[in-house]
């Protein structure tokens, strides 16, 4: 069964260590681990860190990364090449390639020039994360203090929804405010994604959906990606296992519906993987899912899903 990821982030780390192969290296998710275990499309975050901004302009560092994803897509364009419509996943699949999407998380690199939306696309850019922890030029991320929670989009954040239904880009609001969450589901015509949520109701941490967010992204067409962060699983943060990962998927179907679940690691953006150790444990999820869901569920989960969202919007 294949696999589509909706975010890991491989790509900071290889910036920041280039020396450390991107084909068997020690990272989480290798064109190796890809190869051997069924990937279809991997999503491959930009994530642009904060403690880097002290030294750099988070522009300069969007496109530190974006200089490291092309030389490595170059390198092995023999493996994997980059997807900008789902046709070309279609190609690389007859060729025997493996596919990547390129995704940005945090929007702080955009700083108020809406035209970098569109530099963004022509870069390859399918998806953005609009924020992550802090405040930026779109809006407020998610925080404990529901004041604060409640926070919407600025008004540069609705033009940049708008903008990136035009452009065909996805919309994705893991880290967002709950305030910003539902201006996305007011103001996009396309559907939206949590690329790396989990269930608020399993594990109350700002950071996953509520009943009613999980709703409404269902009703919006959307889906959320299963994040495997232990904080995000388990209250007491007690590492990820397959059968606890399980519960959320089973508890987010109930809520959203079964086309709107998926998976979004976060594989090399977490410092404990737990039961899956790295991608290889993928198959042995899928395995394990076995008991909870039927096997069309599960396609759908390992792909179908984030398929559908991709058609809809980046065509």
């Known amino acids: 069964m294949r696999i589509i990821d909706m ?127 802090y405040e930026n030029c779109m809006g407020y991320p998610c925080k404990a203090d529901p004041t604060l929670h409640a926070k919407g989009l600025k008004p540069f954040g609705i033009q940049t929804v708008e903008e990136m239904n035009r452009l065909g880009m996805i919309i994705d609001v893991a880290h967002m405010s709950e305030g910003g969450f539902y201006d996305v589901a007011k103001y996009s015509k396309k559907p939206f994604v949590a690329s790396h949520s989990c269930a608020r109701a399993l594990c109350n941490h700002q950071r996953n959906l509520t009943d009613d967010q999980l709703r409404t992204l269902g009703n919006c067409g959307g889906v959320v990606g299963i994040n495997f962060e232990r904080a995000f699983l388990n209250e007491d943060g007690t590492s990820a296992t397959f059968d606890r990962i399980i519960e959320h998927l089973l508890y987010m179907r109930d809520k959203a519906g079964r086309e709107a679940i998926a998976f979004g690691s976060d594989l090399d953006g977490i410092e404990d993987n737990g039961e899956l150790i790295n991608y290889s444990g993928f198959p042995l999820l899928l395995e394990r899912m076995e008991r909870a869901f039927t096997d069309d569920e599960i396609d759908e989960i390992a792909s179908k899903n984030v398929l559908r969202v991709m058609k809809e919007v980046i065509g």
């Open 7 to 133: 975010h890991c982030d491989t790509m900071c780390l290889g910036w920041k260590r280039p020396e450390v192969s991107f084909y068997d290296g020690e990272f989480s998710v290798t064109l190796k681990f890809l190869k051997e275990h069924e990937s279809m499309v991997q999503f491959f975050a930009m994530f642009l860190p904060r403690e880097d901004m002290e030294t750099m302009d988070p522009y300069d560092i969007f496109k530190g990364i974006y200089g490291y994803y092309t030389e490595q897509m170059e390198r092995y364009s023999h493996i994997i090449r980059p997807v900008y419509q789902v046709s070309d996943m279609e190609e690389n699949r007859r060729k025997g390639l493996l596919s990547s999407l390129l995704t940005v998380e945090d929007g702080v690199f955009v700083d108020g020039d809406i035209r970098r939306l569109q530099e963004a696309y022509d870069m390859g850019v399918r998806l953005i994360t609009l924020m992550w922890n």
